[in-house]
């Protein structure tokens, strides 16, 4: 069992909205392998990502990861296998059992009050 946790690291705290469950969210990422090798972004696609967090839609790290995080925040989440893909391949890329990191910067947060 691995037993690694969730490392969550505030490059810059946001002022604004605050991402809770349920919200979307709105991000600007890349995903890198632990050796440095970026496997996705979408800063390179030119499209924010986009999702609802806290339900299951993503992988456990990030619905775990995102919360608490504000409006201009910017954070990195260095993502065990386990709260990732796990034993899943995905992709050429990402191998099973790979821990993953993500710089995140929130652009915005959408909850329904």
Known sequence: MDTKELEIIDITLGTGKEATKGAL??????????????????????????????????????????????????RKLIVPAHLAYGDRQVGNLI????????????LEVRTRD
């Open 25 to 74: 969210i709105i991000v600007q990422y890349e995903g890198f392998l632990t050796d440095g090798v970026k496997f996705d972004s979408s800063i390179d696609r030119g499209t924010p990502f986009q999702c609802v967090i806290g339900t299951g839609r993503v992988i456990k790290g990030w619905d775990i990861g995102m919360l608490g995080m504000r409006e201009g925040g910017k």
């Open 95 to 106: 191998k099973p059992n790979s821990d993953l990191v993500f710089e995140v910067e929130m």
